[in-house]
């Protein structure tokens, strides 16, 4: 795995970057491998171009969006901090943090992971996820399975349940209600990770 | 008052245990064993040679008469033997729930035991033996599959998955862990000149230590289910108790093939361990072989409907017969071939067989279950006990320190490799829910009589399963509530988090391949898409891929549709509404006319699908099961009443936009405050448009769509008389049908809210898509106040009891009429 510390000092800013996202050195050494082997052509940055490469990624219904949740506001070079930053999200929540009145969560608290998967629907960066967002995810999620007035109505039928206020679309607020008895850490968390 | 009544069918079962004993005992011949019932003690044996002989009146030799009254107690005595003994147990087992509070404190099995004695110091008291029916065969051939089908057929299989790894690792490891154990603790414990066993030497011990540390924790699954554990724990017991019957069975086996050798070396400790993996792996690939052929063969089922559970209960037993025959695991086999089985049969076979498969699962493992119980207590009684409180003190304490020890060692180990880790709580729940069961003791009784301390190891096996089950089971239920050991929050999902954790999921996935890491979101994505895109095309039936979000959605919108159904007050089959909406849309367009006839079946059709759909994604979506009942539906009833009032709600909010269809339809429980009428008719277009309606009617749900009800024909079978629903178009009339119909509302809700919301009235108008059990119903046509009550569903009736004719509607793929 070669020795962590000569990958450390390759990393600028490791230091503030292991407090801001919780990752110990180990796991931003390993870390950085990963980052330098997608990056194939050495640019030391990433492009989306590289994330289509990975051959199972591309299987996944949602690749498109997932890689746009790395390259936000279209940019088109992701550096390793902002890597590290977004892959933060998925380290297991810790509960015997102490709580600090006055610090931001850190970002893998559940609130931080729910924000990140609000994103994935809502492109358009709207707070809400409108009907058409919500349709256009279904249909990357279930392919050719249903129908189109299937998927219509499944759709319809979710913001239903979830839209508290009618607006017809589903505000943040309502997708976290909606999803408080679910237990996100284990859905949205990665166990090498921690 | 209260006492009385409970005290009234103990009698009545005291009773009939009486009747049955002077049956029994009356006709037996004196030699056979009989399988007593309980009897008043004072009766003595001199009824028995009465009736032994048939009387023959006249001792010529030439002339005899027909003798008028025969006894041949022989012929049947095998059957009637043990239909006594189940119908005994089943006896006690009706009997513990006349007091239902009982179960609660005390677990079942604790109350079999119970009975169990009493009847083995009845037996014991008029010296009788209790009948010599468990033999090492009967137990291994008759009684252990069903109970290892039951278990491994319920066992919650997507959190099982998810889990599989631990639950492996606890059941080899941990059995071994403990076998090797206690086996070694007990064998220095024999070294002792003071407890006077030493002549056990150290395979003999080895191979009790590995018949009690099978695991059996049905009590204490009982007990998880009821204070809703949190379900890693559930299904790590759960798991554990049934894997770990298989390592005990093959660890038997193999103790006990070396326990007979005078010398063991090295090269037999290798093909010991060697044998073990290949039982193993043999019995699991073995269980998949059947498996998959149980599924394929139920693809071919359709027209055989009525022995389709008989392929499911046959090919496990066959699985584990020629595993038992091959000397390899037939615990692994038949558990393989029940989990690989049930996601491919389940969508193959119709409703009802897949009830009866179940029904009748659940049965034999229950029945299995309860005999070999109630025969413990009976042979703890009348046998010969050994009993050597050395021996068995320290069995039972190191028996507890070795599980203790062990649980916490392996949880430390794959702790790390868990998502969401074991704390202390779970472990102590893990292991002093350890109790012993009823595989202990059968392999304990069927020990070969080559051991020569056999009866030591019996009194110790049974000390040690009274210990556990009694102390430990009913002590675990105030320790898991004192401790406060997490609970699960499963409770029946929406469709949002349906959604949302899938996208997670799949984020998860993403994220993970992303950073080249598996683990079981990718491997279970993998395995999915291979399934879909290879399996499926071979097992099931008609090619029908269906996600869990559709199979969540469609059974959600069903539930409502039901509820739909309980709120307005029918009479007014959908089938007519549906056909009226389409006849409004051929008075718009007018090339739906000849189509007519073709959608009318179409219906009939639909409610089949939807009825099969409704009942099975049910289940399917089920996962939490409970061990010792079936899967109850009670929470689909809460989701009806909660959308009722919403409905009801959007009833009367709605307002009528006449028929243009703004969207696709098929949402049959009324948004709040959206308009009814949109879009019923696309569908229609494109029912005409591609020639593959089957599609399209099975994907939709008809949003309901008020009918009005002058003129309601009657929806026989020729359904001819669609003239009289051409006049109904113009959204006034719907209008004012909604109007009374809201009025009527009243006086339907209460009859709808007391009865089940399943048998009820016939589809409503509101709803175009109801089941066909539901329409086969008398509907309430008195109930309205509209003008003509509208007939009953009346092709339904004469269908109803026989599952055959209308079965091929259940498979989507030919709608046309001629195939009903």
Same mark, same amino acid.
């Given at each position: 795995m070669g020795s962590t510390s000569s990958t450390l000092s390759k990393i600028p800013n490791a230091e503030e970057l292991s407090q801001e996202t919780g990752f110990t050195s180990a796991h931003l050494a390993r870390l950085f491998e990963r980052f330098e082997a997608l990056d194939k052509d050495k640019k030391g940055y990433l492009s989306p171009q590289d994330f289509e490469a990975i051959k199972e990624l591309a299987l996944n219904p949602i690749c498109d969006r997932i890689i746009g949740a790395f390259f936000s506001s279209g940019q088109e070079m992701l550096d390793f901090s902002s890597f590290v930053r977004i892959l933060a999200h998925f380290r297991p929540i810790d509960n015997n943090r102490p709580k600090e009145p006055n610090s931001p969560d850190p970002i893998n608290s559940r609130i931080n992971k729910l924000k990140f998967a609000f994103q994935l629907y809502d492109?358009?960066?709207?707070?809400k996820i409108s009907r058409n967002e919500l349709l256009q995810v279904l249909r990357a999620m279930l392919e050719k399975q249903v129908t189109e007035e299937q998927l219509e109505s499944i759709a319809d039928r979710t913001i239903q349940e979830a839209d508290l206020d009618r607006d017809d679309a589903i505000s943040f607020e309502e997708f976290r209600k909606s999803l408080e008895k679910v237990n996100i850490d284990h859905k949205m968390s990665i166990r090498f990770l921690r | 008052m209260g006492f009385l009544s409970s005290v009234k069918p103990v009698c009545i079962v005291l009773i009939s245990f009486a009747v049955l004993a002077l049956l029994s005992f009356g006709a037996n011949a004196e030699d056979s064993p009989k399988p007593t019932t309980t009897k008043p003690p004072a009766k003595p044996t001199e009824h028995g040679p009465i009736y032994t002989a048939p009387p023959q009146p006249l001792p010529e030799p030439e002339k005899s008469y027909l003798p008028l009254f025969t006894l041949n107690y022989p012929r049947v005595q095998i059957p009637f033997e043990i239909t006594l003994w189940v119908l005994l147990a089943s006896f006690a087992k009706i009997g513990f729930h006349v007091y239902h509070k009982i179960t609660i404190w005390v677990p079942e099995t604790c109350l079999l035991i119970s009975i169990g004695l009493i009847v083995g110091a009845i037996m014991h008291s008029v010296h009788e033996q209790p009948p010599a029916v468990l033999t090492s065969s009967v137990f291994f051939l008759y009684m252990l599959p069903p109970i290892v089908l039951d278990s491994a057929y319920f066992m919650p299989t997507q959190p099982f998955f998810e889990n599989v790894g631990t639950v492996l690792w606890f059941s080899i490891v941990g059995t071994l862990w403990n076998s090797i154990g206690v086996g070694i603790c007990l064998y220095g414990v024999c070294q002792i000149p003071a407890l006077g066993v030493q002549d056990i030497n150290l395979q003999e011990n080895l191979l009790f230590a590995s018949i009690i540390s099978a695991v059996d924790p049905v009590a204490v699954l009982a007990v998880f289910e009821d204070v809703n554990i949190n379900e890693q724990l559930y299904i790590v017991a759960f798991g554990e108790s049934l894997f770990n019957d298989a390592v005990t069975v093959v660890l038997y086996n193999l103790f006990n093939h070396v326990a007979e050798l005078p010398v063991v070396d090295a090269a037999d400790v290798f093909l010991g361990v060697l044998r073990f993996f290949l039982v193993g792996l043999g019995g699991m690939l073995f269980g998949l072989v059947f498996g998959f052929v149980a599924a394929f063969t139920t693809r071919f089922t359709r027209k055989v409907r009525e022995i389709e559970p008989l392929f499911i209960f046959m090919y496990s037993y066959l699985a584990y017969l020629l595993a038992e025959l091959l000397s390899i695991s037939s615990i692994m086999a038949i558990v393989t071939c029940a989990l690989t089985m049930k996601y491919y049969v389940e969508e193959n076979v119709s409703q009802r067989s897949c009830t009866t498969i179940r029904h009748v699962i659940k049965m034999l493992g229950t029945v299995s279950e309860t005999l070999i119980f109630f025969f413990l207590g009976v042979v703890t009684i009348t046998t010969d006990h050994e009993w050597n409180w050395g021996y068995i003190l320290f069995t039972i304490l190191f028996a507890q320190i070795w599980r203790g020890l062990g649980i916490v060692v392996l949880t430390q180990i794959i702790n790390p490799f868990r998502t969401i880790p074991f704390n202390f709580k779970d472990q102590f729940g893990l292991s002093y829910g350890g109790l012993r069961g009823a595989i202990t003791f059968a392999l304990a009784y069927t020990l070969p009589n080559t051991i020569i301390r056999k009866k030591l190891f019996i009194t110790a096996t049974i000390a040690i399963i009274i210990f556990t089950v009694f102390i430990q089971g009913i002590s675990i239920r105030p320790i898991i509530e004192l401790m406060n050991v997490r609970k699960t929050n499963w409770k029946l999902g929406t469709i949002n988090v349906e959604i949302h954790t899938r996208l997670m999921e799949h984020i998860t996935a993403g994220v993970e391949d992303l950073c080249g890491q598996w683990s079981h979101h990718s491997l279970k994505d993998k395995f999915m898409r291979f399934n879909n895109r290879f399996i499926r095309k071979i097992l099931i039936r008609d090619n029908r891929p269906e996600s869990s979000i559709v199979a969540l959605y469609k059974k959600l919108e069903l539930q409502n549709a039901m509820e739909v159904l309980d709120t307005i007050s029918g009479d007014i089959s959908a089938a007519p509404s549906l056909i009226s909406m389409h006849e409004e849309k051929a008075s718009n367009k007018s090339s739906f006319k000849p189509k007519r006839t073709f959608l009318a079946s179409d219906l009939t059709a639909m409610h089949e699908i939807l009825s099969k759909n409704m009942y099975k994604i049910r289940e399917r979506t089920m996962s939490y099961t409970n061990k010792h009942t079936l899967p109850n539906d009670s929470r689909a009833r809460e989701i009806l009443v909660r959308r009722h009032t919403s409905i009801r709600r959007s009833l009367r909010a709605r307002s009528f936009q006449g028929s243009e269809s703004a969207r696709s339809q098929k949402y049959f429980s009324l948004p709040l405050g959206q308009s009814l009428d949109t879009g019923y008719a696309t569908e229609s277009i494109r029912l005409n448009a591609d020639g593959d309606p089957a599609l399209e009617l099975h994907n939709r749900s008809v949003r309901p769509k008020p009918r009005p009800r002058s003129k309601q024909p009657r929806f026989s079978t020729t359904r001819a008389r669609l003239d009289p629903l051409q006049e109904l178009h113009s959204t006034v009339n719907m209008e004012d049908e909604v109007r009374a119909e809201e009025s009527s509302h009243r006086p339907s809700r209460q009859s709808s809210s007391s009865s089940n919301s399943r048998s009820r009235a016939p589809l409503q108008r509101h709803s175009s898509l109801g089941t066909p059990s539901v329409g086969e119903d008398d509907p309430e046509?008195? @109930?309205?106040?509209? @003008?003509?009550p509208p007939p009953a569903w009346t092709p339904e009736p004469p269908d109803r009891g026989s599952g055959g004719p209308r079965n091929p509607l259940l498979r989507r793929a030919q709608w046309k009429p001629q195939d009903k």
């Open positions: 492109q358009d960066k709207d707070g | 046509g008195d @109930e309205q106040q509209l @003008e003509s």
